[in-house]
């Protein structure tokens, strides 16, 4: 049963490891929020037009108990008149928009993914309830906007809204702005399969030769990246000074594990980009300022030119598509092709997984950095072999190519 709550009473109340609302005897629809951080505040609950509403009144103890009570008084007595305090106070803070800016700037502008977080909001989520109050979204309208995305052909999208989504509103959940996620419950509407797709050998000699004419600065960072096995992102905003003789130095900040990562370049990645123009910090620029941006097209142009030299060989079946992630599959697929081991290709391309894991993460210090030099070395001459032994058993130019 509520009891009338007292100055003493609040002073009192300890956090639990769930949010608690302590309600208040003496005016019914008010309460203490009490937060599993120790954090308090004061809310009134009402009903306007048929709908559940929260109006958060202030943060105690800079809003005392019977302040707050005669806020939540005021309140009530707004919604007997038939008007939404909420809405009258502060008719644009519990818009959606509003909400998911706040949001950005506090927790996903801090995050290295923060552009493509971004990116699922105002193209997938703002067109659709930027205009609504967060309170209002329900489970069936989260339910609703992943099917369309689904339905318009882009099923991953849809997975990666939906754990954008859960991610946002379980935020909102802990700031209070609202009291449960309408995303509880709501599984990923499609099931990913992790790909396996690697290129032969046939395509890796179709690759090169695409790349080549591709030129720079796209078909060059594509040879890059199949020859290093490292990530995109990583290696399309590798700086001048990031290069030491015949190793890459990537800081914690570069790279998506946040770990600093050592990359032995091999003689033919070396090759690769001391033949590049040099007008600015990074190795892949379009304008000597930024690094290189936006793979559809480029990746698109490949996948053409791709086979337009299989057709020269002869080979005039559509290449499986594949993506630009898959050069690192196949470089990590190549190493082992050369007998390098598990541990060495994790560490090789900065991965956390397989044995590298949990305990065994923290306490293993080795960086194996002999073998991975051997691993790319020996990857990169296979790479070379491949390129350069063209079918019928002739052998063409390296660099020609």
């Known amino acids: 049963m509520a009891k009338t709550l007292t100055a003493p009473a609040v002073e009192r109340i300890k956090p639990t490891d769930k949010r608690q609302?302590?309600?208040?005897?003496?005016?019914?629809?008010?309460?203490?929020?009490?937060?599993?951080?120790g954090g308090k505040s004061w809310a009134v609950r009402y009903r306007h037009n048929g709908k559940p509403r929260k109006l958060t009144l202030g943060a105690f103890p800079k809003l005392g108990l019977a302040a707050a009570r005669e806020k939540a008084r005021e309140a009530l007595r707004t919604v007997s008149e038939g008007v939404d305090p909420s809405a009258k106070d502060k008719p644009d803070r519990d818009l959606f928009r509003a909400v998911a800016d706040d949001f950005l700037r506090r927790h996903a502008?801090?995050?290295k993914s923060a552009d493509q977080i971004r990116r699922y909001f105002d193209v997938e989520i703002l067109p659709v309830w930027g205009e609504r109050r967060v309170d209002e979204i329900t489970r069936r309208d989260v339910i609703d906007l992943l099917d369309a995305v689904v339905d318009r052909g882009a099923p991953v999208t849809a997975n990666r809204v939906r754990a954008m989504l859960s991610r946002f509103f379980n935020w909102c959940v802990e700031r209070d702005v609202i009291d449960a996620s309408p995303c509880a419950g709501v599984k990923p509407p499609t099931e990913e399969k992790p790909r396996d797709r690697i290129l032969t050998d046939d395509e890796i000699r179709w690759f090169w030769r695409a790349t080549g004419r591709m030129g720079y600065p796209f078909g060059n960072l594509f040879q890059f990246l199949l020859l290093t096995g490292q990530r995109r992102g990583e290696g399309a905003a590798m700086s001048v000074a990031e290069v030491t003789g015949n190793e890459w130095h990537l800081t914690r900040d570069r790279t998506k594990k946040d770990r600093a990562h050592v990359v032995p370049l091999s003689a033919q990645a070396l090759a690769v980009i001391d033949g590049l123009p040099r007008f600015g910090a990074y190795y892949f620029s379009a304008?000597?300022?930024?690094?290189?941006?936006?793979?559809?097209?480029?990746?698109?142009?490949?996948?053409?030119?791709?086979?337009?030299?299989?057709?020269?060989?002869g080979h005039h079946e559509d290449i499986p598509r594949f993506t630009v992630h898959d050069l690192r599959r196949t470089a990590a697929s190549g190493m082992a092709r050369c007998g390098a081991r598990l541990e060495v290709i994790e560490r090789a391309q900065n991965r956390v997984s397989g044995m590298f894991r949990g305990v065994a993460g923290v306490y293993v210090r080795y960086s194996y950095g002999d073998e991975i030099r051997h691993a790319l070395d020996a990857w990169g001459a296979l790479v070379e072999q491949i390129v350069t032994r063209a079918p019928g058993g002739n052998v063409v130019s390296w660099r020609g190519v």
């Open 21 to 37: 609302e302590v309600p208040d005897a003496a005016l019914p629809g008010f309460y203490l929020i009490v937060q599993p951080s």
């Open 109 to 111: 502008d801090k995050r």
């Open 287 to 313: 304008n000597g300022r930024t690094p290189v941006a936006g793979f559809p097209k480029p990746t698109a142009r490949l996948r053409s030119l791709m086979a337009e030299e299989a057709g020269k060989d």
